[in-house]
């Protein structure tokens, strides 16, 4: 990362996080270089981290949701007999009992079984969400990754056209020590990835607002004009796919 540059004439040598320099040529909008070259650094360490990401989600193994529920229903019907038996009360007798069952084994293991039923449906069930949350982080994941390789693309030609322009004024040839100001473009990178999150969690709510022409009066309030014409973007682009994902429920 560019954190501070000196300039004098025509040479300027910009100095990293390590305090380590190299030299450059000085010209008007050096510091518009340093801050697109920041951004740039940036968005190739995101794509790498969110590259490893889905892969290392991709390749771990999820505890399948209907697990919690069958094993809490079929361990009672096989252990609990097998314990009564070597006990030698799976077939005492009880009279008067609610179920119509007078065998004290068959009446145990089905009401163990019926009460074991409860939590696992619970354990179940929290799988279900956890599942449904973790599959909306990857799908933030995807998002920002898409977003991510498209405009690296534009920010390398932008940072191409910043280069090419070599021009230096009279008055930046004086000495300058100067700070890389790179926050502002950062923080709007940032917000870039949270709006990718927000549509990865809002997509079907996004998209019935965007096939019924609110999304803009829908988002105006928390998003600013970039932020709405990035997410009209997106779902333009995948109208195709979540027509064919939502339309039909």
């Not at 079929?74 to 069952?101: A, C, H, K, Q, R």
């Not at 405009?151 to 910043?162: A, G, M, P, T």
């Not at 890389?180 to 709007?188: H, M, R």
Request: glycine share 4%; net charge positive.
């Amino acid at each position: 990362m560019n954190i501070e540059f000196v300039s004098k004439d025509n040479e300027a040598k910009v100095f990293d996080e390590n305090n380590n320099g190299k030299k450059i040529n000085n010209t008007d909008n050096i510091e518009e270089i340093l801050i697109k070259e920041n951004v740039i650094e940036n968005m190739e360490k995101e794509i790498e981290q969110l590259k490893k990401d889905i892969n290392n989600y991709n390749k771990s193994r999820r505890i399948p949701t209907w697990l919690p529920l069958t094993m809490f229903t079929i361990l009672p019907l096989i252990i609990n007999p097998i314990i009564m038996n070597e006990l030698g009360v799976w077939n005492d007798i009880i009279s008067n009992t609610i179920l119509g069952i007078n065998k004290l084994g068959p009446l145990l293991t089905v009401s163990i079984t019926g009460f074991m039923i409860i939590p696992g449906s619970l354990m179940s069930l929290s799988f279900l969400l956890a599942n449904k949350e973790r599959n909306k982080y990857q799908k933030a994941r995807e998002i920002k990754l898409e977003f991510l390789k498209k405009d690296i693309v534009n920010q390398r030609e932008l940072l191409n056209e910043l280069k090419n322009n070599k021009t230096l004024s009279e008055e930046n040839k004086d000495f300058k020590v100067q700070k890389v100001n790179d926050l502002e473009q950062l923080k709007s990178l940032r917000a870039c990835l949270l709006l990718c999150e927000h549509i990865a969690y809002n997509e079907k709510k996004w998209y019935k607002y965007y096939q019924e022409g609110k999304l803009a009066k829908k988002m105006e309030k928390y998003w600013n004009e970039s932020g709405v014409e990035m997410a009209k973007d997106y779902f333009e682009e995948k109208g195709p796919i979540l027509a064919k994902k939502y339309d039909k429920k």
